[in-house]
């Protein structure tokens, strides 16, 4: 009878063990996929971010299953957003911004533009 766990028998360790492994394991885990969709799911233009791969960049363009990513001047790649790692926030606006899912200020500059600038760019290097 001492061994008798309020009436369970043999299957009180094994009860408890799954308890333990969802409190553990498996309900933090999800908190924290659920963060990881929700801070992805708030990216916008201009947000800096780190992909799993450990590339920086600047989110140019969001898609329904994928982020264009600006790596450096004219070199976008094409990346899935669950590879994105976290975004990089550096003021306290931006921080605010992104965790209450307001677009932050659009602080890049468009194709057109930059083309226009490498052209001024270049006409001084020419002079």
């Known amino acids: 009878m001492g061994e008798d766990f309020f009436g369970l028998g043999g299957a009180a360790p094994v009860i408890l063990m799954v308890i333990l492994f969802y409190v553990l394991l498996y309900r933090p885990q999800k908190k924290q996929q659920e963060k990881q969709q929700d801070m992805v799911s708030k990216l916008r233009r201009g947000t800096k971010v780190v992909t799993r791969g450990g590339i920086y960049g600047r989110v140019d363009m969001v898609k329904e299953a994928t982020i264009m990513l600006e790596v450096a001047e004219g070199v976008v790649i094409e990346v899935a957003k669950s590879m994105i790692a976290t975004?990089?926030?550096g003021s306290e606006e931006e921080?605010?911004?992104?965790?209450?899912?307001t677009p932050a200020?659009?602080?890049?500059?468009?194709?057109d533009e930059a083309v226009e600038e490498a052209n001024v760019e270049e006409a001084k290097d020419k002079e």
Do not use: H, N, Y
């Open 87 to 89: 975004a990089i926030v």
């Open 95 to 101: 921080r605010k911004e992104l965790l209450s899912g």
């Open 105 to 111: 200020k659009d602080e890049t500059v468009s194709k």
